[in-house]
């Protein structure tokens, strides 16, 4: 439901504003969550620079994504960004150290020609918003491997209030520096 809401309200309000609102919304909903889950202690963690790292890596995700969306047809937005799982095959060697198959790196291949066909960069349809939605599934991507690293000691409820806490500061910040 929220790239629809997103593309729909995306003419009528700044970005900045619909990210804030939706952190607002769910922050209450989260500190239960993680109550219930871990323990309000649990957000003092010992990895708090990582896990905002990570939670402003996926604020910027998220950012890219929305103008994405505000600027490109839905479909379009949401097939490129549906790059994200061939990010996180692509850099789950150099990242994690795992070893990749050669079937996964043709996987990878075939997937990236399957997006430069959609790009038709050639053909004078070429849209640069379309690298705002690429940009946004590279970092997204990254930003699960982060959470791959750091889920031996954090909970993924812990991890969703940092990145909540991302969004909210981070719309706040880019709102007042853009106003």
């Known amino acids: 439901l929220q790239d629809p809401l ?3 309200v995306s003419a009528a309000y700044p970005v900045t504003e619909v990210m804030a609102i939706r952190a607002i919304v769910a922050l209450p909903i989260l500190i239960v969550i993680v109550h219930a889950d ?3 202690r649990a957000l003092l963690s ?3 620079g990582m896990l905002t790292l990570r939670a402003f890596i996926q604020f ?3 950012t890219s994504y929305y103008l994405a969306i505000a600027a490109l047809p839905l479909a379009d937005a949401v097939a490129l960004y549906f790059m994200a799982p061939l990010f996180i095959m692509l850099l789950a ?3 994690l150290g795992e070893r990749v198959s050669w079937q996964t790196l043709a996987t990878v291949l075939i997937g990236l020609v399957g997006v430069i ?3 038709r960069p050639g053909a004078g349809l070429f849209d640069w918003a379309a690298l705002l939605s690429l940009g946004s599934a590279f970092l ?3 930003s699960q491997l982060m959470a791959r690293k750091i889920a031996d000691t954090e909970s993924s409820t812990v991890m969703a ?3 909540n806490g991302a969004y909210l500061t981070g719309a706040v910040l880019v709102a007042g520096l853009f106003w």
């Open 140 to 142: 997204y991507g990254f």
């Open 161 to 163: 209030f940092y990145q």
């Open 38 to 40: 871990v323990g309000l």
């Open 6 to 8: 997103v593309k729909a």
């Open 46 to 48: 010992r990895r708090f």
């Open 60 to 62: 910027s995700s998220y």
């Open 117 to 119: 066909v959609m790009l």
């Open 93 to 95: 060697g150099p990242y």
